[in-house]
Each structure stands twice: as C-alpha cells, then as structure tokens.
C-alpha cells in the first residue's frame, strides 16, 4: 500500500515505534484482564449457564467472521491514525458501560452480549490497522525481530494482565477489572493521538468487492500462504475452544478461586514470552517452516497435560500444558506473519492481513461455541480431553502440506 506520512522526520521513526508499541501495550493489559474478568461476570455476577459463557466468548470473537474481509478496504482508505483513535474510544464506551449498568443494579446478560460484540467489531478493525501500520514504519530486514518484540510484548501483558486481574477480582470484583481496561482504552488512543497521520494515496477506481476479490485470490493461490492461513485457522479454533471450557472447568470442576484462574491463564503468556524470546533463533538454526511445525508439534504434545488437572493439588497441569500449547502456536504466528508482511505487494498488505485474519480469527467463534455444544452434551471434563488432543491436528496439517517440503517459508518446494 503506497501512503504518504506527515511530519514523520526519519530521526524520529523510532520514537513513532515506541509510541506504537506504548499504546498496543497498554490496551493489550487491559483486554488481557478482561479476558479473566467478563466470563467470571457471566458465571459470578450473572449465574451464567455452561452454554450462555461458552455462547459470550464466541460473541466476543464473531466480528472476525462479520468483519474482517471489509477491514481491509477500511484500513487500506482511511486516515489510520483517526481510525484507531475512534476504536479505542468505541471500545472504551462498550467495556466501561458494563461496570456502570452494574453499579447502576441494570447488567443483563444481553448488556454483557452486546458489549462484547462492539467491543469485538472495534478490535478487529483495530487489529488490521495495526499489522499494516507496522510495515510502514521500519525496514523489511527489522520486522521479524519488531514482531517478535511485539509477541513478546503481548505474552508479558497476557502474562501480567490475568494474574493482575486475577488479585484485583479479590480486591474489586470482575465488574471493577472491566473497568480499568475501559481506562486503558483511553489512555491508548491519548498516545496514538501524537503519531503523525497516514493518509492513503489515491486509490483506483475499483469497488469494495474487487479489492476484497484481489486480497482473496492472492493469499489462495499463494503456495505457503493458503496452507499457513488454513494452520492458523486450526491452532484458533482450538484456542477459542481451550479459552472458552478453561473458566469453567476451573472454577465448577477444580474449584478453584478466581486468583487461581488468574494465574493459571497467565501461564498462556509466559509460554508465548518463552516462545517469542526464541523464535528468531529457532529460525535461524533449522528454518522458519520447519519451526513452525517442530514448536507447534511439541505444544501440542505438552497441551495433553492439561485435563491432567483434577484438584487444586495438581493444578499445576493446566499450567503446564497452557504454556506449552502458546509457545508452540507464538512461534508459528511470528513465522507466518512476518513471511506474510515480507512477501506481499505493498499495495495488497492490508487486504491479504484481513483475508487471513477473516479465515483463521473467523475460527474462533465457531470453536468457542462448539466447545459450548460439547461441554453441555458430554460434560466440561471430555470436551477438555477432545480440546487438547485436537492441539496436534495443525501441525500434523502443516508436515503434509508444501510447507513440509521447505526449510524456509520463503523457500521452492524440496523434493
């Protein structure tokens, strides 16, 4: 994508970085603690059935299937830094209305549903601008290692933002989380604010439905992209499914206390800050596509311990198997991503982001709600079982495919 950048004098690039990565640090802190905090609103504040919470982490996520394909268009046309601005204030009125509908004694479960919903439709536009943005702002030879700054940056806000919100539920209950990442939400679009503008060059004449089209057909008929996206797809589905059981299962079949629920989804983190500190030189040392497959295989391997769990005596299981599984799947997200933002026309970065993000973040409702289906029809404790052992499908996926032929992503086919 061809844009112009105002007032943004080469000296300061790295501080335009910075700023970036201030404000997606902070909003991520923030969302990471609304990820312990809005289910336990479900289950504690509103008595919420197995399938209404499983139902309220597939609402947060649908927009990615309602949403992403046009987000490409959004973002490649419009002034970037206006667009994340008004997001993050969007997302600010959605997650903050929750906590006074609540203290105001008017929380419904239908409130909680549309906030979640809004708050997903801002974050996927949100998220695509991002990944566009990024590229922008510093040399194609920097940008695995900014990615994996980036990842490393979100397992420590996944890894501090459960565990915090996990002590401020004992402190404030899950209502007064929400919130502070309302709160967040506004201190990130103040700092995106003081980012020079993106304005987007003129475009061709070509309708909506054409751009999408040209993104589409690009990534499906790419040799590495389509087999990577359909990886991405796989590893989301079961990470909306392992999200969605793991509150439940927690707190109704291991009792545990909502710190507990905290620290256990934290470990989710520390596997993927483990994950991103290494991904560079995993690379380097045997291949980008064959660190894809080795991290996500052993991931899966160790993401078996989870059902493991049975009591608070041995819950150390779940953590070990959550850090495990992020690990593997952090690695191949940056090896994916970074070959995505290095092989794709410039002019097409934001339309190929947003048609991947629409594949594989689109899984993400539909393996929530299914893990809903499941847990309600055999029990929470089986659904985990099928949940864990299908961590092993993606990479098994990605061995068979033309990815399994290369050391490198960006490598012909061997053999």
């Known amino acids: 994508m061809t844009t112009e950048t105002t007032a943004a004098p080469k000296a300061g690039v790295a501080q335009v970085f910075w700023k970036y990565w201030l404000a997606t640090t902070v909003s991520e802190v923030g969302s990471a603690m609304t990820a312990v ?40 046309r419009a002034p970037l830094r206006r667009l994340q601005v008004t997001l993050d204030l969007v997302r600010l009125v959605a997650i903050g209305s929750v906590p006074v509908a609540w203290w105001m004694g008017q929380l419904t479960y239908p409130h909680v549903l549309l906030a979640a919903f809004v708050s997903g439709l801002a974050t996927v536009l949100f998220a695509i601008g991002n990944t566009t943005f990024l590229p922008a702002i510093i040399e194609k030879d ?21 565990s915090l919100s ?14 502070i990442d309302a709160v967040s939400y506004l201190v990130s679009a103040v700092t995106l604010r003081t ?29 590495v992209m389509r087999p990577t996206m359909v990886y991405a797809t796989l590893m989301n589905f079961v990470n909306a499914a392992l999200v969605a059981l793991t509150p439940l299962y927690l707190v109704r079949e291991v009792k545990a206390s909502a710190m507990v ?79 995505r933002q290095t092989d794709s026309p410039p002019e097409l970065l934001s339309r190929v982001m947003a048609t991947v993000r629409f594949v594989s973040w689109g899984a993400l409702p539909l393996g929530a709600a299914l893990s809903g289906l499941l ?16 961590t092993l499908v993606a990479p098994l996926f990605l061995l068979l495919s033309s990815v399994g032929r290369r050391r490198n992503l960006s490598d012909h086919p061997q053999g």
């Open 261 to 339: 629920v905290g620290l256990v989804i934290a470990m989710d983190g520390v596997g993927a800050l483990l994950g991103s500190t290494v991904a560079t030189k995993v690379s380097q040392r045997v291949g980008t596509a064959r660190a894809m497959i080795v991290a996500s295989a052993f991931g899966g391997t160790l993401a078996l311990a989870i059902p493991l769990t049975t009591s608070m005596t041995n819950v150390f299981f779940y953590g070990l198997g959550m850090a495990g599984f992020s690990f593997g799947a952090v690695i191949g997200s940056i090896m994916a991503r970074t070959h």
């Open 37 to 76: 905090a809005l289910p336990l609103v479900a289950v504690t504040a509103l008595d919420a059935t197995v399938l209404q919470t499983t139902l309220l982490a597939a609402t947060s996520q649908v927009a990615w299937l309602i949403l992403s394909l046009p987000a490409g268009v959004i973002v490649q």
């Open 375 to 390: 847990a309600s029809a055999t029990g929470v404790r089986t659904a985990l079982w099928v949940t864990c052992a299908s």
């Open 166 to 179: 996990g002590l401020l539920i004992q402190l404030t209950g899950p209502v007064g989380v929400l919130a």
């Open 142 to 162: 920097e940008l695995s290692s900014r990615n994996s700054l980036m990842s490393g940056t979100l397992a420590v806000t996944q890894t501090g933002g459960p």
């Open 195 to 223: 980012l020079p503008e993106r304005k987007p060059a003129a475009q061709p004449q070509a309708s909506p439905l054409q751009l999408i089209r040209e993104g589409w057909n690009f990534v499906v008929r790419h040799p």
